[in-house]
């Protein structure tokens, strides 16, 4: 019995002692050990206890923004990260953009690019050759005339809009592995050739590693290079695409090009009739508009002259009206012919006129030499003998200056006698003289 007994408690010695370090206690150990071991007693976290629960909940209430906050900032940082490149890209893409871009230099060197890398393959179709690009496109003594190759991608919309022909843009790629292959076997044949001439097609050559070569292949949704498009006048604002190629090489197809050609060039050739008929009636209308004008110019000038004829009409009329009241105030107003036996102031005057008549007459030297020129104007008027009287006082016309249109000299020596020097100072005509009736020039 003491044996077994003591084996038993030896068995529990074991078990507590081999027992897991923190091992909850058996049934068995709970029901021998009794509940008053305090090593067996549970353990009460204070955490757990009601006392600190406002303090963990105070803990997440504080937390809570805090991790928004972070998160927050994560993202804004993640976003402004993602945006760098984009921005990075788009100033040295505005930038390149700003830049003086100078086509025909690009166009020129792009040419030259390709004439170097171009070589004369070997004929794959019989009764066909094959050209080098510089002997084709060469801008000095290539076959393909220089200026249907066109330096901008807008001076080719523009030519094809105007001149109703086809545009052929090619898209080059230095970056490809077949980037000569479409120069080589398509832009190189001479069946290709043949279309270029036969439709004079405007070309422009791109590099798509440039800015405005990219421009053009974004505009034209191309996604693969090379490519070789063709533009045709759609209507008389917009240009389509009616042919593009930019698969494998292998899936070329000349007879699809000359298909596609062939059934639009008709087309064209209306538009162009179309114009022409456009232009030739714009032309005839303007031809009509300005016989027109030129005829309502002419009447415009008829009307004038005859407004100015009738204006200088009136003009000269109200002017001899006025002379004729001029000369008949100047006719009351001169002296009658004195007689010698009567008065020895006197100066006896032979006058000869412009047409060859002489008149003599004796004028009070005492009088200004006017006199003789108030007479000679009345004599050559016909107004001496006039019975017509002045009816307004002793006043002249308002508004009239006479102007007498001859001039009195005297022959021996010749000299014009002035109208302000009294007759008797004048020793040539006093006490007689002879005088001479010149015109003046301008009524000569």
């Known amino acids: 019995m003491n044996f077994f007994s003591s084996n038993r408690n030896g068995n529990h010695e074991g078990e507590r002692l081999g027992s897991i370090p923190g091992a909850f206690p058996t049934p068995e150990a709970l029901s021998t050990s009794g509940h008053n071991d305090p090593e067996l007693q549970p353990i009460h976290d204070e955490a757990t206890s009601p006392a600190s629960s406002p303090v963990k909940y105070l803990h997440l209430l504080l937390q809570i923004p805090l991790y928004i906050l972070y998160y927050l900032a994560s993202v804004i940082l993640i976003i402004l990260t993602l945006m760098k490149p984009i921005l990075n890209f788009n100033k040295i893409y505005d930038r390149r953009h700003r830049e003086h871009y100078d086509h025909g230099a690009e166009m020129t060197s792009l040419l030259e690019e390709l004439s170097c890398a171009s070589y004369t393959p070997e004929v794959s179709e019989p009764n066909s050759s094959q050209y080098s690009f510089g002997s084709l496109y060469n801008s000095d003594m290539g076959a393909i005339p220089f200026p249907y190759i066109q330096n901008s991608y807008l001076e080719l919309l523009d030519n094809c809009s105007t001149q109703y022909k086809f545009g052929l843009i090619y898209l080059h790629d230095p970056i490809v592995t077949n980037k000569m292959s479409y120069v080589n076997n398509i832009l190189c044949s001479e069946r290709f050739v043949n279309c270029i001439k036969t439709y004079q097609m405007l070309l422009w050559f791109g590099d798509v590693t440039n800015s405005e070569g990219l421009q053009v292949a974004n505009s034209l949704k191309v996604r693969k290079f090379p490519c070789i498009v063709i533009l045709a006048k759609k209507t008389s604002e917009t240009a389509e695409v009616i042919f593009s190629f930019n698969g494998p090489i292998e899936d070329y197809n000349p007879k699809k090009l000359e298909a596609v050609l062939v059934k639009k060039y008709p087309s064209l050739l209306q538009m162009i009739e179309e114009r ?167 009524d000569s």
Request: charged fraction near 35%; hydrophobic fraction near 25%; include cysteine.
């Open 276 to 442: 022409q008929n456009i232009d030739r009636d714009r032309h005839t209308r303007d031809q009509q508009d300005e016989r027109f004008r030129e005829s309502l110019r002419r009447d415009q000038e008829r009307e004038r002259q005859r407004a100015e004829t009738i204006l200088r009409e009136q003009q000269e009329q109200e002017m001899e009206t006025q002379k004729k009241q001029w000369l008949l105030w100047r006719k009351s107003r001169l002296h009658s012919e004195p007689s010698i036996p009567e008065s020895e102031d006197v100066s006896r005057i032979a006058i000869r006129l412009a047409n060859n008549e002489r008149i003599i007459r004796n004028f009070n030297y005492s009088l200004p030499i006017e006199e003789i020129y108030a007479y000679v104007e009345l004599v050559q008027t016909g107004m001496i003998d006039s019975d017509e009287q002045y009816q307004y006082g002793t006043s002249p016309p308002e508004g009239y200056e006479h102007h007498y249109r001859f001039r009195l000299t005297i022959p021996v020596p010749r000299r014009e006698l002035d109208l302000d020097t009294l007759i008797r100072d004048e020793h040539g005509i006093c006490p007689s003289g002879n005088i001479i009736v010149e015109p003046l020039e301008e």
